[in-house]
């Protein structure tokens, strides 16, 4: 395989890696609403949750493997994990290298859910909202990428507007009156003071 084609095919799988991480955030955001999907009871949800997320640590692969064996880039193995030491654009790729060290530890954790205290898994998962937007500011700022090009933003614009969505969704207020109702006694309470 030429070096041009492997350039080719780590940014395309990188552009597939986004929208397939933004699908299982926002699976998970309906997951953790209790929401469901038309057609899915709850467990569907959750069960298609994990296989796009499978689908998407598999693309991720595909998309560092590629670009540290294209040669093209000064990356090796150890960038990967390792934030801001890379030989190609350090910060960039360092962002990716945090994401990547998240994604791992969510995985792991994941995996031995089990075995460990609802509120420690809960607490790992939820880095899924750093790891998120860091994965996004890397394929935008990485130079060499197609991070600025018109399809690539708008593609980022609609990964973007699906989680907000999915988060608007998820936290209005009418879905927890009973939040919403301690907020507000909350906030008159300080304004009565």
């Given at each position: ?41 709850r467990a ?78 809960k607490a ?70």
């Amino acid at each position: 395989m030429n070096d041009q084609l492997l350039w080719f095919v780590s940014r395309a799988n990188g552009a597939v890696t986004l929208v397939l991480f933004t699908a299982v955030l926002v699976l998970g955001i309906v997951t953790a609403g209790r929401g469901r999907l038309a057609g899915l009871p709850r467990a569907g949800v959750l069960r298609l949750h994990r296989v796009v997320a499978l689908l998407a640590v598999i693309f991720l692969a595909v998309h560092v493997i590629t670009a540290i064996i294209d040669g093209y880039v000064d990356l090796g193995f150890l960038d990967v994990v390792v934030p801001f030491g890379a030989g190609y654009d350090p910060f960039w790729v360092g962002l990716a290298a945090v994401a990547v060290d998240l994604l791992l530890a969510i995985g792991l954790t994941s995996l031995v859910r089990r075995h460990l205290p609802l509120r420690a898994w809960k607490a790992v998962h939820l880095t899924a909202y750093v790891m998120w937007p860091l994965a996004l500011l890397h394929g935008f700022g990485v130079s060499g990428g197609d991070g600025r090009q018109p399809w690539m933003i708008a593609v980022d614009a609609v990964c973007v507007t699906a989680v907000v969505i999915a988060l608007v969704v998820r936290l209005r207020p009418d879905r927890h009156p009973d939040t919403a109702a301690r907020v507000t006694a909350a906030v008159a309470e300080q304004w009565s003071r």
